[in-house]
């Protein structure tokens, strides 16, 4: 069983950035694919970002290349997502996600989900 907890959201201003964060519970995360989700008001949860275990393979979804950043620290537990250049439309509720293949992350689906961490950026 892995838990998962999102930290770093909030309410900013286009083009500024945001780090989130989430810890993950249990002796295993190093074995575990991560990834990102988002969800928007009235829209289906869409992938943004996932990371293999060792950090070697990293997808992300077309419209954050570039501005998103997903990275590990098997040390700590920890993933991230470095957001920068955020526009209205990254204006979500942001999910950590954890599976033992990356692919079905890709995919949209995952073995085990967080809470949630509200990221609203205005114009």
């Known amino acids: 069983q892995v838990q998962l907890v999102e930290s770093g959201g909030g309410s900013v201003q286009a083009g500024d950035s945001l780090r989130l964060s989430c810890a993950a519970s249990?002796?295993?995360?190093?074995?575990?694919?991560m990834g990102w989700f988002r969800q928007a008001p009235g829209k289906e949860r869409e992938f943004v970002a996932a990371?293999?275990?060792?950090?070697?393979?990293?997808y992300y979804t077309n419209s954050v290349k570039g501005r998103f950043t997903i990275s590990r620290d098997n040390a700590k537990n920890t993933v991230y997502l470095q957001m920068n250049s955020l526009k209205p439309e990254d204006t979500a509720v942001y999910y950590c996600?954890?599976?033992?293949?990356?692919?079905?992350?890709?995919?949209?689906?995952?073995?085990?989900w967080g809470q949630g961490t509200q990221v609203t950026v205005s114009s």
């Open positions: 990371i293999s275990p060792n950090s070697m393979i990293i």
């Open positions: 996600a954890a599976s033992r293949v990356i692919a079905t992350i890709k995919e949209g689906y995952s073995d085990y």
């Open positions: 249990g002796r295993t995360f190093s074995i575990y694919a």
